[in-house]
């Protein structure tokens, strides 16, 4: 794994960030989701992070648990009085898999949990593969992605267009990261 990714493992970067980023340390420190999900390894993935969000964007933290019912447990005993909180329990691609929303002032928090190491889960290995393009590419390519993304595209399918990569983006910028990262 590239060093200049390691940065993501706290949320430290956040506190100097864009504005949205800022906004996002303050929620998460303030409600204190990191410490009341830290045995859980959580790390923030998604837009925000990478600094790539547009409004509505959400704060995904992802998760790995040992067992789904101290997981879940956890997130009703934690969460459960935020506004339009829900969870669920799901297969995710063959993996048993909980997701939990719930909104903190203006915030979407989507709590996402699998019984294997976060940084082998989707929502990571994305989230990484896009930053390294991001600093790759530069501004220019920074800003076309967010227009992609203020016209309703995806995050992964604007990329996928951006970068002319054929077929599943999803599984296309999966593909990118594993070439990325031996490399």
């Known amino acids: 794994m590239p060093a200049s990714v390691q940065h993501f ?4 970067y956040l506190k100097t960030g864009s504005p949205i980023q800022q906004q996002a340390w303050q929620v998460l420190t303030e409600y204190r989701i990191l410490e009341q999900l830290a045995s859980f390894s959580p790390i923030l993935t998604g837009t925000i992070p990478i600094d790539i969000a547009v409004p509505g964007s959400d704060l995904d933290m992802v998760c790995c648990y040992n067992n789904i019912n ?34 903190i ?14 940084k082998d889960q989707e929502a990571y290995r994305h989230m990484i593969v896009e930053y390294l393009l991001l600093q790759k590419h530069g501004e220019a390519f920074r800003r076309q992605v ?14 996928a267009q951006l970068l002319n990569l054929p077929g599943d983006p999803y599984v296309a910028m ?10």
């Open 174 to 183: 999966l593909n990118l990261y594993d070439e990325m990262i031996r490399t």
């Open 9 to 12: 493992d706290t949320i430290d």
């Open 70 to 103: 101290v997981f879940m447990d956890t997130l009703v005993a934690v969460f459960s009085m935020q506004e339009q909180f829900l969870i669920k329990q799901t297969i995710v691609k063959g993996i048993e898999t909980v997701i939990c929303n719930f909104f």
């Open 105 to 118: 002032r203006d915030f979407e928090v989507e709590v996402f949990g699998q019984s294997r190491p976060v």
């Open 146 to 159: 967010i227009d992609l993304k203020l016209q309703g595209i995806k995050t992964e399918p604007a990329f």
